[in-house]
């Protein structure tokens, strides 16, 4: 089976930390997103995987990569929009099913149910949807999960859902719909005409249990650190991510060694804390970090490579990017620390 992966936007909202970097690229717990989405795959036996680029496009380059995973890249000089990312690759994606997948989300889904209802069914679409978390554009499913309608006000009667930004598609669509500019949207510009025309959409429910997290915002960006390092923590992860995690920190993946040195309390290499400091777990702290006496790190701590903490510093509830200098007796809760900006979350 293949699987597009769409990495093609700016990631506005994530302004600062998106002025320097691909949004799909940013790091959770010290690996980039996009690595998380890749090994899922893997570990799912899909190994031709598509991504479309536009910012930063070389920056893609440096991921790690499965050991058997095959990885096509596109570049957009103009973004193209999530159904004209789609479109893009129409060539290479008509001869079967596949799977399409939003860049910017951190997620654990099973894909063995998505594909078995999708080519049961025969459906064109099969969208992934679950439980609304705020304002988000809901998805109505009726009880033998069709979606009868997305966005404004579903009767009663349906389920009320939010699309995943997981979907499988069938290889008609490209006979359905076709190219068109300005950038074209996935959800508005097919699957709502398809659905007034009386076309059939199917969807899967994710699991309550089931990890989902969107980067969106800063705000999101710290809440997903730090509830990864809090799954972690309690072993709540699921389909492979500890031992993907693991493997990854251990160095099989990406060079560098990071281990458990005590219970929830991860150390990379090189590391020098006094031994008047205080780390209250669960706290992450990566490669080259130097942690003065006095300072008191957790808990819900995530610390980059390279950083220095001076003394007395307090960290809690926060997440410390690579390079940066943390002040003498400064205290940091609920931010985002980088050697260019500040975000203190509310």
């Known amino acids: 089976m293949k699987a597009l992966v769409l990495c093609a936007g700016f990631g506005t909202r994530l302004r600062p930390l998106t002025d320097s970097i691909a949004k799909p690229l940013v790091k959770v717990m010290n690996i980039p997103l996009l690595e998380y989405t890749l090994d899922l795959l893997d570990q799912n036996g899909i190994d031709d995987v598509y991504i479309n680029r536009h910012y930063f496009p070389e920056q893609f380059k440096e991921i790690k990569t499965p ?9 957009e000089e103009d973004i193209l929009g999530t159904l004209g990312g789609v479109l893009s ?37 099969t969208m992934v949807v679950k439980e609304r978390e705020g304002k988000e554009t809901p ?7 069709n979606v009868v309608s997305i966005g404004g006000t579903g009767s009663s009667i349906y389920k009320e859902y939010m ?38 959409i199917n969807s899967v429910t994710m699991k309550k249990d089931d990890l989902w997290i969107e980067t969106g915002d800063m705000a999101k960006y710290l809440g997903c ?24 920190w251990k160095g099989h993946k990406q060079g560098s060694r990071i281990i458990e040195a005590v219970e929830n309390i991860w150390l990379g290499d090189d590391c020098t804390i006094d ?30 490579n390279n950083v220095k903490v001076c003394q007395n510093a307090r960290i809690k509830d926060s997440l410390i990017l690579d390079g940066v200098q943390v002040n003498k007796d400064t205290s940091v809760y609920r931010s985002i620390v980088s050697k260019d900006f500040l975000f203190e979350s509310k």
């Open 67 to 75: 050991k058997n995973m095959k990885i096509t890249f596109s570049l």
């Open 163 to 200: 699309f995943a930004g997981i979907q499988m598609l069938n290889p008609e669509i490209f006979n359905i719909v076709k190219k068109k500019a300005p950038p074209s949207c996935i959800v508005k510009d097919l699957y709502i005409p398809y659905i007034n025309s009386g076309g059939h």
């Open 275 to 304: 031994y008047e400091a205080t780390i209250s777990a669960p706290v992450f702290i990566g490669n080259g970090v130097k942690i003065e006496k006095g300072s008191v790190i957790g808990p819900n701590v995530i610390i980059g």
């Open 89 to 125: 690759f129409e060539e290479q994606l008509a001869d079967d099913d596949f799977l399409v997948i939003n860049g910017d989300i951190l997620f654990n889904l099973d894909f063995n149910e998505l594909v078995t209802k999708h080519k049961r069914k025969k459906s064109l679409v």
């Open 139 to 145: 998805v109505f499913v009726d009880d033998f999960s």
């Open 225 to 248: 650190n730090i509830k990864m390092l809090e799954m972690l923590s309690e072993y709540k992860l699921k389909i492979n991510y500890e031992e993907f995690i693991s493997q990854y």
